[in-house]
């Protein structure tokens, strides 16, 4: 069995860093490039705490072992973390609280991956308990998913048509409480930046505007994927067929929004002054660019962890029914709105 002694080892750290960074609860200690080289090397392991040293240490009763048993978890919307960082914060808090509670993930991969026969090996010789999917995938992934996996979890901002067990923050009320909060600053031209096509965002938008009886218009809507270069892709398309500019522009995701950001200050045009912008996710980067962007928040750690819970409970047989846990959105108010009332 792996110790912490043979990761700091292997990672080049001390035992008391490696320590830190597995039960840091904001996922902070250390750089990312430490914390990324730690977490990859426990994934490899299949390192587990040894839960009975735990509970001595802790003062409490060592009788029942640990379940020690394993997960996977699988992207379903995006070929890799750093593509993602809503996902990537899901996935490390999936990976404290499964260690937590005495089990690894020992694969991480992407559903655009499984015609691989490499992959395939390692799903079938992972022998995982269960997995936890994150974000939405398609009805020929499910097909794929259930033959290799008994105990399944979803994770997303959508809830989905498939019989598994859901950890849910509702993407459309989201939308709705990111466009009512320009609409109270005062802004009435309003632009997206975002997918269109069987979008819960997208819908919200236009039902939020055709609510308040706003303007609708084609010009003020960007089709792009809703990761970084399509948030830089929308906002150079909303420059070249919006004339004038919306006051303001909701993004789909934060990192789509901070991508469009990037691209406005290139073209001379200031946020907030100028054009303000709102988006959804609080990522962790979205309090650090400048301005620091206004965003509704998800809990994305809580969403890992129930992932975890529900899995673990399905495992273990202590529910039978599909599970659908909605988790609640939050405003988080910072620099990139403006009042225009």
Not at 51 to 76: D, F, H, V, Y
Not at 107 to 133: H, P, Q
Not at 271 to 295: F, K
Request: net charge neutral; aromatic share 6%.
């Amino acid at each position: 069995m792996t110790t912490l002694k043979q990761i700091a080892s292997m990672a080049g750290v001390s035992i008391s860093t490696v320590s830190r960074i597995l039960n840091s609860p904001d996922n902070s200690f250390a750089t990312q490039e430490v914390r990324d080289r730690v977490w990859r090397i426990v994934k490899e392991t299949g390192y587990v705490p040894n839960q009975s040293a735990r509970e001595l240490k802790r003062g409490r009763s060592a009788a029942r072992p640990s379940p020690n048993g394993s997960i996977s978890c699988i992207l379903g919307r995006t070929r890799q973390l750093d593509d993602d960082p809503f996902f990537a914060q899901m996935s490390r808090a999936i990976e404290q609280q499964a260690l937590e509670l005495g089990y690894a993930v020992h694969l991480s991969y992407s559903l655009f991956d499984i015609e691989t026969d490499t992959l395939l090996d390692k799903i079938e010789s992972s022998r995982a308990d269960g997995a936890i999917i994150l974000g939405r995938f398609s009805s020929d992934s499910m097909n794929f998913l259930e033959k290799h996996y008994k105990n399944l979890v979803y994770a997303g901002r959508n809830v989905i048509a498939a019989n598994c067990d859901q950890v849910i923050c509702d993407g459309y009320e989201a939308t709705q409480i990111a466009i009512e909060h320009l609409i109270a600053c005062g802004h009435r031209q309003i632009g997206y930046i975002g997918e269109t096509a069987n979008e819960v965002r997208y819908e919200a938008y236009c039902d939020t505007l055709r609510k308040h009886g706003l303007e609708h218009s084609d010009h003020l809507v960007s089709n792009c994927p809703q990761n970084g270069p399509g948030g830089y892709q929308g906002a150079d398309k909303l420059l070249t067929q919006a004339a004038p500019l919306p006051t303001a522009v909701f993004c789909a995701t934060d990192i789509a929004a901070i991508a469009a950001l990037r691209r406005f200050t290139e073209a001379n045009i200031k946020v907030p002054e100028q054009l303000s912008i709102i988006s959804m996710d609080n990522i962790e980067l979205s309090g650090y660019v400048s301005p620091m962007l206004t965003t509704v928040g998800m809990p994305i750690v809580e969403m890992g962890n129930w992932a975890v819970r529900l899995l673990i409970d399905r495992i273990n047989k202590r529910h039978r029914l599909p599970a659908k846990l909605l988790l609640p959105n939050k405003l988080v108010v910072r620099e990139s709105v403006a009042k225009l009332v």
